[in-house]
């Protein structure tokens, strides 16, 4: 069948299906751990083992001993239910009652993305936990959620990019059963779900993929060690192990979209590409199931290639992340100017990214020390997914200070509304909406001594660059993940009364209305000062204000009879329509020092 | 100005700019060495080194100093004369009085390359005894010659693969003014010069490169060691050297074209790759100076995207060395299964080679255990070059055996007419022409013990793969290089007399007649015995049968009346346009075993 991956598949009736590709051993027997027998596997072909074996229950906890001798879990394991170093329970995935038969997804044009972390966005710190806070969420008025990567790691405490069972949902999180309770729940709600994927390295502890095959390349030292082999002998394979994961996400779990990690660490020669070809076998999936599923690639490259088509070339994606946008809006805003915000600080910056997708196509970043990019076309910039926050510009600073802790609240609004009302897709990492000062700092729970002291050590290399006091909090210490938890996360008045949280509901109000990856949109304005962008659409004209200086500033409007819909210098913030005021704007106005405000044409001419 | 190398430009009168880029250095001078004289250089923005010096003369010896101690020659030195291990000396590349403002070089379809390497070629070894032989390449009807690479390398003996200084033309084979020399002399015979270039790594002795700055990536580990820096920090500056170095052999060498070596070594996750830089620049270069310049990649990647243009993310090569068509041919005429042969071997692959270029074009490749490939469009199949022999195909096998020893004479002038009658452009290996017996073995002239060890122990790994009797010689030995040196070079009556030459004079002139690359070609045959091309241009419509079975076939001919023109199981082959013969073929002939057949279409009706 397309897409089956490898594993245990329950078939019903006590019968279960074991496959695992283990080149790298003779013999591979399942060993069922509660009645402790072992069953030896078929080579079907070359290092491919299978076996069918009947009177197996869902939850039974088992392992591969390969060659008579090591027993291991299963690379392609469900769920570890006793963590990475555990046996690997068997799943029936298709268990669950769905109940989002009419759901299809949401339009890119559509997508305002909420980004959150599992461990710390709920005081349980678990899938289920989340289901409660969705009607918030959905009165937000975002529409998918994001999770941050939830294959199995070791312990209870990680971000999740040190995963090393691709196919395995967190057991602390609650299992892949969460998982698929938590989606289901979503689109009931009508919300999307995207899920944040690794496929450019495995985590330090319990990765168990080296010695089953050849997995990991030793062409290429990627930034998180050992890079993964997707273009040498027995890549083939590889591949499929991945690509399958990507679709099962897709298929069982019916998740609408992958965000894939730091695709600049996946490194690949081969004439078709291995992340073309999941982009492409996603899409089919997609396809198949009526459904409208993306895949949004995170990537240093400034590279068009990562968006263009297959038939141009391309890697197909959906979607990047735009970490330029970011860098330009907060290199101004705080005025920082360490590591890689040395390549960003004014206000021109910004405007290019609004603009033109990356501030950096092709010109010398002395970041960098050599040039980077290439100009993306004005199509492919709206597939930009953008951001003021999300989990590595807060959590990899040495204090993970969130952009609340850092401006004022001026600057901190008018990042709000330029992200929210951009013409990209915009994505809010948990909290920033009503203004969040817990600190998201990294945090891990290694059990292996001397890994948590490279990781610690580590951690504070990554430090070197910026000229940043104090000490760097321990990675391994429960209180950095204590820390690190939303203060206000459940239905807290406090919270939900907050002016920062108006100010977001109406942000996303607005920019459901007027719609900005709709419109036909022009960016101008002064670059030492302000931008606009005006954004047109069938009857309506929208004329957006970003002052980016401290002053109050007399910007020239467009010919035209202009009402105030938004002005983040405001006390209170309407949501769209809004009643028709009185006051209009001709030729000009005096706008507020770091404010976002945004006016709608009433009538009058224009010319162009 | 545009793609100015560094190094030492003389610039007349005495007065003699030197630059060097030396970001590992806080001061550099240069070391006039004949006058014992130290010259600061003064540091023209980070990392840039220059001064200009009066009272230099050209053949001046100079060394760098750099933080007033170590003395290293220039790494963009035009001539070593002596040695990797000596200082570098000034040459004034603009004295050189240039014959060929004529000249304007070749078309692609018209290209027929004879490759050689210019210590075995002549028993001089030089690059002004090849001059001696022009007037018999050219009566050969070969319209290029292509020197395997003569950038300065360790000792005497070496196929030129482990040059360290790429700007600088071997001492031992005369050094800048004779390579000048030569591509003057080919140009006024009407030849064309291509030069083989290495930009993927550097020889193991004499390397000063990484003395000077980070030349070298710690990203990749490529097949010869550590890979160069082509996108990290500093890339520009190393990518710009290498750029540089391809347009001082167009510009100030007057070279045709360049053959690069083993692309795949080329490790680049830039937006803008290197290689489609420096295409495009070459090119530019070619459009000024108004002459036709050819970049030609050797790629192991079957990818198309070498040969896409820039504008549809290609590199924009115009050329690829096609190994399959090799291999395919190769694995039918000799049975060889060992290595990388064990993925070809049917005389189906040989079709597909010449009806699709690449064999491997997606398919599962048994030897890579990979799949392997992507699909080329039949436009740029015709953008390939292709051949039964060549340095590495012969002197990559453990006794050097040239396929005249490997195979019978009929089978032997099959792969000759299967090349020069293809679809594609022909390159020949040097001696192939008359039958050359002597081996071509692999050698170097390493002054390193430890190397000198280490080189012999990876050329024995090398042939672990391949079930060769015999002892692997020793590279380093003088008797190697001796064995490997031509055995008839000279206007020797042996060689010129030679059956086996009259063939290829035959094939070569019928290749121009018929002229296979600007023809409407159609491909068919039965897949286990024969295969048929046919070429149709203009009033032209050729019919070739290449025969790859022992046994006499009969073979059906497209509708028409047809006269044999060329039959390699014949005693002798005429030329073109040849005398008109009074028996003609109608419908189906009886062709020989192991022969290849060239018929053209004399008039009948044909509905196609």
């Given at each position: 069948m397309f897409g089956t991956r490898e594993g245990a598949h329950y078939l019903g009736e006590g019968h279960c299906r074991f496959s695992?590709?283990?080149?790298?051993?003779?013999?591979?027997?399942?060993?069922?751990?509660?009645?402790?027998?072992?069953?030896?596997?078929?080579?079907?072909?070359?290092?491919?083992?299978?076996?069918?074996?009947?009177?197996?229950?869902?939850?039974?906890?088992?392992?591969?001993?390969?060659?008579?001798?090591?027993?291991?879990?299963?690379?392609?394991?469900?769920?570890?239910p006793y963590g990475v170093h555990g046996p690997s329970a068997v799943v029936d995935t298709r268990r669950f009652c769905w109940q989002d038969h009419e759901w299809s997804g949401i339009d890119w044009e559509d997508l305002i993305i909420y980004q959150l972390h599992v461990g710390t966005f709920t005081p349980e710190g678990t899938l289920d936990a989340i289901i409660s806070q969705l009607p918030y969420l959905s009165s937000l008025g975002i529409t998918a959620i994001q999770l941050m990567p939830v294959a199995q790691f070791a312990g209870t405490r990680n971000w999740g990019y040190d995963g090393v069972?691709?196919?395995?949902?967190?057991?602390?999180?609650?299992?892949?059963?969460?998982?698929?309770?938590?989606?289901?729940?979503?689109?009931?709600?009508?919300?999307?779900?995207?899920?944040?994927?690794?496929?450019?390295?495995?985590?330090?502890?319990?990765?168990?993929?080296?010695?089953?095959?050849?997995?990991?390349?030793d062409k290429y030292c990627g930034p998180w060690g050992r890079a993964l082999?997707?273009?040498?002998?027995?890549?083939?394979?590889?591949?499929?192990?991945?690509?399958?994961?990507?679709?099962?996400?897709?298929?069982?779990?019916?998740?609408?979209?992958?965000?894939?990690?730091?695709?600049?660490?996946?490194?690949?020669?081969?004439?078709?590409?291995?992340?073309?070809?999941?982009?492409?076998?996603?899409?089919?999936?997609?396809?198949?199931?009526?459904?409208?599923?993306?895949?949004?690639?995170?990537?240093?490259?400034?590279?068009?290639?990562?968006?263009?088509?297959?038939?141009?070339?391309?890697l197909g994606m959906d979607g990047q992340w735009n970490d330029d946008f970011h860098h330009a809006l907060h290199a101004v805003l705080t005025g920082e100017s360490d590591g890689y915000y040395r390549d960003f600080g004014q206000i021109e910056h910004i405007r290019q990214a609004l603009d033109c997708g990356y501030v950096y196509s092709g010109q010398y970043s002395p970041y960098r020390q050599r040039r980077h990019g290439a100009p993306l076309g004005p199509d492919l910039c709206r597939r930009l997914v953008v951001f003021s926050q999300n989990h590595d510009q807060v959590?990899?600073?040495?204090?993970?200070?969130?952009?609340?802790?850092?401006?004022?609240?001026?600057?901190?609004?008018?990042?709000?509304?330029?992200?929210?009302?951009?013409p990209f897709v915009p994505l809010l990492f948990m909290g920033e909406e009503y203004g969040e000062k817990a600190p998201f700092l990294y945090f891990t729970s290694h059990s292996d001594d001397e890994l948590i002291e490279r990781v610690r050590q580590g951690r504070q290399r990554e430090f070197s660059d910026f000229s940043w006091p104090g000490d760097t909090p321990d990675p391994q210490a429960t209180e950095t993940f204590r820390r690190s938890c939303l203060r206000l996360p459940h239905g807290h008045k406090e919270r939900d009364q907050?002016?920062?949280?108006?100010?977001?509901?109406?942000?996303?109000?607005?920019?459901?209305?007027?719609?900005?990856?709709?419109?036909?949109?022009?960016?101008?304005?002064?670059?030492?000062?302000h931008i606009w962008l005006r954004f047109r659409r069938d009857e309506q004209d929208f004329f957006l204000i970003l002052n980016y200086v401290p002053e109050r500033l007399a910007v020239t409007f467009p010919p035209g009879r202009w009402q105030?819909?938004?002005?983040?210098?405001?006390?209170?913030?309407?949501?769209?329509?809004?009643?028709?005021?009185?006051?209009?704007?001709?030729?000009?106005?005096?706008?507020?020092?770091?404010?976002?405000?945004?006016?709608?044409?009433?009538?009058?001419?224009?010319?162009?």
């Open positions: 695992v590709w283990a080149p790298h051993h003779k013999s591979v027997e399942v060993h069922l751990i509660d009645e402790d027998s072992f069953f030896p596997m078929r080579e079907e072909k070359k290092g491919h083992f299978l076996l069918e074996i009947e009177g197996v229950r869902p939850q039974d906890l088992y392992t591969y001993r390969v060659d008579g001798a090591r027993q291991l879990p299963d690379p392609t394991s469900l769920h570890q069972f691709p196919y395995a949902v967190q057991d602390s999180y609650g299992g892949p059963a969460a998982l698929q309770r938590l989606v289901n729940a979503c689109h009931e709600q009508g919300l999307a779900i995207f899920l944040d994927v690794v496929y450019n390295h495995l985590g330090p502890e319990g990765n168990v993929l080296p010695q089953y095959g050849p997995y990991f390349s082999n997707f273009d040498g002998p027995h890549s083939d394979e590889v591949r499929r192990y991945f690509v399958n994961n990507a679709i099962h996400w897709v298929r069982d779990f019916h998740v609408d979209g992958l965000r894939l990690d730091a695709i600049h660490g996946v490194f690949d020669q081969s004439a078709v590409p291995f992340l073309q070809e999941l982009t492409k076998e996603v899409r089919c999936v997609a396809h198949t199931n009526r459904r409208r599923v993306w895949v949004i690639a995170e990537s240093d490259l400034n590279d068009p290639r990562v968006l263009l088509p297959a038939s141009d070339q391309g959590g990899n600073r040495q204090q993970g200070e969130r952009l609340a802790e850092l401006v004022s609240q001026e600057k901190y609004y008018l990042a709000a509304g330029a992200v929210l009302l951009s907050s002016k920062c949280l108006q100010l977001y509901r109406s942000l996303v109000a607005w920019r459901s209305y007027l719609r900005p990856l709709r419109a036909q949109v022009s960016v101008g304005g002064d670059p030492q000062m105030k819909r938004l002005d983040t210098s405001n006390d209170s913030w309407p949501l769209p329509p809004g009643k028709k005021g009185d006051r209009f704007v001709f030729d000009s106005e005096r706008v507020e020092g770091y404010s976002l405000q945004l006016y709608e044409k009433m009538g009058g001419t224009d010319p162009a």
